[in-house]
T-cell receptor
Framework: SAVISQKPSRDICQRGTSLTIQCQVD?????MFWYRQQPGQSLTLIAT?????????ESGFVIDKFPISRPNLTFSTLTVSNMSPEDSSIYLC????????????FGSGTRLTVV | GEDVEQSLFLSVREGDSSVINCTYT??????LYWYKQEPGAGLQLLTY?????DMKQDQRLTVLLNKKDKHLSLRIADTQTGDSAIYFC????????????FGSGTRLSIRP
């Protein structure tokens, strides 16, 4: 499976500011996914990022709030914009690809606290 | 839309078997997964099963799938303290391009 490096691992941010989370993969992958895990909750898909095209957002998530970049097949960023305390969550990137079910690998997550 | 449901908590005695249950609604699910999340850690893929299988065994883990009832279970034999974690059931309908839908997670606690 691919190995994902996600950073920062955690951050405490002031409300109204923005944070960009980076996800680096050790191999080329077609699909990258960004998830949010709110405290005590399950994972919710924010968007799917395919290299060379705009990200596809799930219901309830918009590009202005969560802009995503996917400049190449090994890297993606998620920005959490104009943060409020409700954005305090763990954000995880995940990769799919051509390796079958084992291909779904998750980064270790970014634990974000907005104060 | 797709939905995956599982109970929130399970407590078992060390050395006993743990059985975590999950139901899903998407009849086109191709892959069904079990992920483990330890405190403060990311997600670890424990095992998965194709929808055309009804059982898969991997060391202490046994996955049973009842496709007719859309019911999935994970059995952990000889449960140890290191098995304490949240276990997420998840499904997707295409391994290479589809999103994964997660259940709410079952928090497994082990008592001595």
């Amino acid at each position: 499976s691919a190995v994902i490096s996600q950073k920062p691992s955690r951050d405490i941010c002031q409300r109204g500011t923005s944070l960009t989370i980076q996800c680096q993969v050790d191999s080329q992958v077609t699909m990258m996914f960004w998830y949010r895990q709110q405290p005590g909750q399950s994972l919710t898909l924010i968007a799917t990022a395919n290299q060379g095209s705009e990200a596809t957002y799930e219901s309830g998530f918009v590009i202005d709030k969560f802009p995503i970049s996917r400049p190449n097949l090994t890297f993606s960023t998620l920005t959490v914009s104009n943060m409020s305390p409700e954005d305090s969550s763990i954000y995880l990137c995940s990769v799919g690809g051509t390796q079958g079910a084992e291909g779904y690998t998750f980064g270790s997550g970014t634990r974000l606290t907005v104060v | 839309g797709e939905d995956v449901e599982q109970s929130l908590f399970l407590s078992v005695r060390e050395g006993d078997s743990s059985v975590i249950n999950c139901t899903y609604t998407d009849s086109s699910s191709t892959y069904l997964y079990w992920y483990k999340q330890e405190p403060g850690a990311g997600l670890q893929l424990l095992t998965y099963i194709f929808s055309n299988m009804d059982m898969k065994q991997d060391q202490r883990l046994t996955v049973l799938l009842n496709k007719k009832d859309k019911h999935l279970s994970l059995r952990i034999a000889d449960t140890q303290t290191g098995d304490s974690a949240i276990y997420f059931c998840a499904e997707s309908n295409d391994s290479s391009a589809s999103k994964i839908i997660f259940g709410s997670g079952t928090r497994l606690s082990i008592r001595p």
